[in-house]
């Protein structure tokens, strides 16, 4: 059964920079699934950041492409989010999530993280 | 992007009650439609992919149907482990993916 689970600071300070991890456990990372991030706000709803595949491809969120880094680590077999320039509206669960190569569906989501921005 | 609305924002209903809810794509997404459902304290979680093929493990009671821009999600008998949020998805020339705003389910 595939498992992620996300890892980071659950507060971080306006202008600075998030990074998160998520491991996956009971797959390969090199599968051949794109490996995602998503968060959720009261105010933006479920919003897509950004996805990774093995090989490195990127394809990020238009809205937050000038301050999204998604990286994968396959030796760990895992993945990662940076986000930058940090404001109050960055405040959000953060998922990170999975779909098959070939469809446009996420079957599997990590059980979130809490990110807040605040001084 | 495409930006996808849902209606009901909320509703209340019993068990055994039929629910629709309605999912409206602002452009042509063919059948690139997802359903997910959500409760509180939980990650979303698939319901519906495709605009009407049911994930595994999901009850029948569960359907989706439409194309082009409007799409409906079913309950054909409401179960009290039911009662959560859902959530349509466009995935037409994706990426981007975006979501809709969600519709809540709670008991009348």
């Known amino acids: 059964q595939v498992q992620l689970q996300e890892s980071g600071p659950g507060l971080v300070r306006p202008s600075g920079t998030l990074s998160l991890t998520c491991v996956v456990s009971?797959?390969?990372?090199?599968?051949?699934?794109?490996w995602s991030w998503v968060r959720q706000s009261p105010s933006q709803g479920l919003e897509w950041i950004g996805e990774i595949y093995h090989t490195g491809s990127t394809n990020y969120n238009t809205s937050l492409k000038s301050r999204v880094t998604i990286t994968v680590d396959k030796s760990k077999n895992q993945f990662s989010l940076r986000l930058t320039s940090l404001t109050a509206a960055d405040t959000a669960m953060y998922y990170c999530v999975t779909r098959p190569f070939i469809h446009y569906y996420f079957d599997q989501w990590g059980q979130g993280t809490l990110v807040t921005v605040s001084s | 992007d495409i930006q996808m609305t849902q209606s009901p924002s909320s509703l209340s209903a019993s068990v055994g009650d039929r629910v629709t809810i309605t999912c409206r794509a602002s452009q042509n997404v063919r059948t690139f439609l997802n359903w997910y459902q959500q409760k509180p304290g939980q990650a979303p979680n698939l319901l519906i992919f495709g605009a009407s093929s049911l994930q595994s493990g999901v009850p029948s009671r569960f359907s989706g149907s439409g194309s082009g821009t409007d799409f409906t999600l079913t309950i054909s008998s409401l179960q009290p482990e039911d009662f959560a949020t859902y959530y349509c998805q466009q995935s037409f020339n994706a990426p981007p993916f975006t979501f809709g705003p969600g519709t809540k389910v709670d008991l009348k």
């Open positions: 009971g797959l390969s990372i090199s599968s051949g699934n794109w």
